[in-house]
């Protein structure tokens, strides 16, 4: 992160994370195992660089002072954005089921494709809000200071 900052960091992670989200899409019941393990581990890389970053940089300005305050009110908003997610997803994978077959709505493969192509484009909106940080966007924490 010292080399090329949290905003570029940021940028490719956001961008990267939404990519390989995104190549879930065409994953079917013909899908090698290979394949659909090498994208469960490059999107949960990317993520986790994403998060790992995220988690510096949220603190990068907060006094010492504040500090317990903002690591409550972050641990909550981690918990309930996560919570959020899950409900979205299985809000997407429900309506995309009764879409198909309203008399029946049960969940099949197919349904997945909408929830991953939302999924993607949240991450891609990520990637964008990250262009507006300053490029020495959490220097200070970086830097060991």
Do not use: C
Request: aromatic residues 8%; hydrophobic residues 55%.
């Amino acid at each position: 992160m010292n080399r090329v900052g949290f905003r570029t960091i940021l940028i490719f992670s956001g961008f990267g994370f939404g990519l390989f989200i995104a190549a879930f899409v065409g994953v079917d019941r013909q899908t090698s195992l290979g394949l659909i393990l090498f994208l469960l581990l490059a999107s949960g890389a990317a993520r986790s660089l994403q998060l790992t970053a995220l988690a510096a940089l949220q603190f990068a300005d907060v006094p010492k002072d504040q500090m317990t305050g903002a690591v409550t009110y972050a641990s909550v908003n981690q918990h309930v954005t996560r919570a959020v997610g899950i409900a979205l997803s299985a809000l997407l994978l429900n309506l995309s089921a009764a879409w198909r077959d309203l008399a029946h709505p049960n969940v099949q493969l197919e349904d997945f494709a909408p929830t991953f192509i939302v999924g993607a484009l949240l991450a891609a909106i990520a990637g964008v809000r990250y262009l507006a940080l300053p490029r020495t966007a959490g220097q200070n924490v970086s830097k060991g200071r």
